[in-house]
């Protein structure tokens, strides 16, 4: 992915085309218990006017401590402004039967 991926900064707006996939990254920093897991989740508001937050990678692991990776997809027929700050997800906790703490190629991940 590195080799087809370019690493830009948002300062105003970043604008979205038809039909076109980003990654972005959360502000937060999600730290989990190693009882905790989660699931991130778009929002209706948006999903409604064609915006998805994530293709395949909703699950948080238990015991992360990281910010989270959008697989944002745009796919109504038209541009879309996306501002930093906005909320256009949500996380879902559930506590976990037993303990984990994931420690994985992305356990101390900042930047997508």
């Known amino acids: 992915y590195e080799e087809v991926t370019d690493y830009i900064e948002v300062k105003d707006h970043f604008l979205l085309l ?8 959360t502000m937060e920093k999600i730290t989990l218990a190693s009882n905790i897991c989660g699931w991130l989740e778009g929002r209706s508001r948006f999903a409604r006017l064609g915006l998805a937050v994530h293709v395949t ?43 984990a703490k994931y420690q994985g190629r992305f356990s101390a991940q900042v930047k997508p």
């Open 18 to 25: 038809p039909g076109e996939s980003v990654l972005g990254v």
């Open 57 to 99: 990678a909703g699950f948080m692991q238990p015991g992360i401590a990281n910010h989270q990776v959008l697989e944002i997809n745009n796919s109504a027929p038209i541009a879309m402004a996306l501002y930093p700050g906005t909320f256009i997800c949500q996380f879902i906790f559930q506590r976990c039967i037993g303990s």
